[in-house]
């Protein structure tokens, strides 16, 4: 069945530390993969996306994600993490086969905190 | 602009009641997602417009569950006879077009306790 693990599902970094948070997919070909952030209050919000081309891909707060086919992840890093970046973290993926859907299949979610 | 507004933002109802939940897409949005989020846990999908026409309600849980969106626009999610486990927060996604390359923009959310 399709579906996305996120293996982690609570991290804690130190300000300035760097963060990987971890995403895998079960699907039978490449989809188009998502990482979102929700912050408490708020509506989710993209932070970057892979649809085709290069696997490193470049999102908005200085976020980073490789796509890596052989190992079917698509992990997020962030080189220095501030304050601000604690929030829940989720991996999801569009299945293009699906039609007339466009709905997108999510994991748990990582929540992320960060110490001073 | 406006982003996606939902309202009410919380609502509590009684076992039993029916609830109605209000979704504003951003202007000019041809496709609409509901998603459903339980307490610790990812979004789920509900259901998919693209204008009027719901091209996909596989994920409603049940036939309590009934979204429309009749003018293309704004969209209602009705949830009749709600039990303890409709409890979950409910987001509204509106993205341009129907593609993923259109990014879906989310709602702040309705939060749903049923008592």
């Known amino acids: 069945a399709q579906s996305v693990t996120q293996p982690d599902i609570h991290i804690t970094v130190s300000e300035g530390a760097s963060l990987e948070l971890r995403c895998n997919y079960s699907y039978g070909a490449t989809p188009y993969l998502f990482w979102y952030v929700q912050s408490p209050g708020q509506g989710l919000q993209l932070l970057l996306k892979?649809?085709?081309?290069d696997t490193l891909v470049q999102g908005i707060k200085g976020f980073e994600a490789e796509f890596k086919r052989s190992q079917s992840s698509f992990n997020l890093r962030k080189p220095s993490v501030h304050w601000s970046d604690a929030a829940e973290y989720f991996c999801?993926?569009?299945?293009?086969?699906?039609?007339?859907?466009?709905?997108?299949?999510w994991g748990l979610g990582t929540s992320l905190a960060v110490n001073p | 602009g406006a982003g996606v507004s939902q309202s009410p933002r919380y609502k509590v109802a009684k076992r039993g009641q029916d609830v109605a939940l209000r979704c504003d897409p951003i202007?000019?949005?041809?496709?609409l997602f509901w998603y459903q989020q339980a307490l610790g846990q990812g979004p789920e999908f509900l259901t998919y417009?693209?204008?009027?026409?719901?091209?996909?309600k596989s994920g409603l849980p049940s036939d309590r569950f009934f979204a429309e969106r009749p003018e293309g626009s704004v969209s209602t999610l009705k949830i009749q006879r709600t039990q303890q486990e409709d409890s979950a927060v409910y987001l509204c996604a509106s993205s341009l077009a129907g593609s993923y390359y259109y990014e879906q923009y989310f709602g702040p959310g309705t939060r749903l306790t049923v008592t």
């Open positions: 417009f693209q204008n009027e026409a719901q091209l996909d």
């Open positions: 892979y649809f085709s081309g």
């Open positions: 999801a993926f569009g299945d293009d086969n699906a039609g007339n859907n466009r709905k997108l299949i």
């Open positions: 202007s000019g949005h041809v496709s």
